[in-house]
T-cell receptor
Framework: GENVEQHPSTLSVQEGDSAVIKCTYSDSASNYFPWYKQELGKGPQLIIDIRSNVGEKKDQRIAVTLNKTAKHFSLHITETQPEDSAVYFCAVPEGYSTLTFGKGTMLLVSP | DVKVTQSSRYLVKRTGEKVFLECVQDMDHENMFWYRQDPGLGLRLIYFSYDVKMKEKGDIPEGYSVSREKKERFSLILESASTNQTSMYLC?????????????FGQGTRLTVV
């Protein structure tokens, strides 16, 4: 099955700094790469995704980059704010009807 | 507003009890999932279903079963609850091809087995 590794497991930054979270995957057939954010007491929610026909996608302070050759994709958050504090998960579709998630990164943004 | 609703936010059950976790989605999604979330282990797939009455085992199905009698409802059953099943349980739904769109999650059920 798909193997998804996510690093780091925890990340502490000062408000205004940038944060980068990286995921590697094993199945070269994967073509869709989403990132989810889980706030305290809530279920994960999609924040950005990228398809394999592009190398980078941006949405305001959030961006995702993809390197299909190296089989990794990364989440970039610029100008971090305290409300960015959450657990972030990468995911990769496995087969047709399932998603395999990374183990998550706890991001703490200190004021 | 799209929604996946789990019947309970918090549950406390005794060892050996039969436990039902219910999930309902209103998006007419084909896929429904049950994940278990534990610190340091991320989201682990217990079971999923791609159609009514269809079910497939995920990575950790032991001790669990599921039921999908209607498209919008997916139930997780702990046949005889054990303390090692104390966890956060998350239900999700998506369109049939997970490579085509977002998975929507419920708010989670925190189950404690004593």
């Amino acid at each position: 099955g798909e193997n998804v590794e996510q690093h780091p497991s925890t990340l502490s930054v000062q408000e205004g700094d940038s944060a980068v979270i990286k995921c590697t995957y094993s199945d070269s057939a994967s073509n869709y790469f989403p990132w989810y954010k889980q706030e305290l007491g809530k279920g994960p929610q999609l924040i950005i995704d990228i398809r394999s026909n592009v190398g980078e996608k941006k949405d305001q302070r959030i961006a995702v980059t993809l390197n299909k050759t190296a089989k990794h994709f990364s989440l970039h958050i610029t100008e971090t704010q305290p409300e960015d504090s959450a657990v972030y998960f990468c995911a990769v579709p496995e087969g047709y009807s399932t998603l395999t998630f990374g183990k998550g990164t706890m991001l703490l943004v200190s004021p | 507003d799209v929604k996946v609703t789990q019947s309970s936010r918090y549950l406390v059950k005794r060892t050996g009890e039969k436990v039902f976790l219910e999930c309902v989605q209103d998006m007419d999604h084909e896929n429904m999932f049950w994940y278990r979330q534990d610190p340091g282990l991320g989201l682990r797939l217990i079971y999923f279903s791609y159609d009514v009455k269809m079910k497939e085992k995920g990575d950790i199905p032991e001790g669990y079963s599921v039921s999908r009698e209607k498209k919008e409802r997916f139930s997780l059953i702990l046949e005889s609850a054990s303390t090692n099943q104390t966890s956060m349980y998350l239900c999700a739904s998506s369109v049939i091809d997970t490579g085509e769109g977002e998975a929507f999650f419920g708010q989670g059920t925190r189950l404690t087995v004593v």
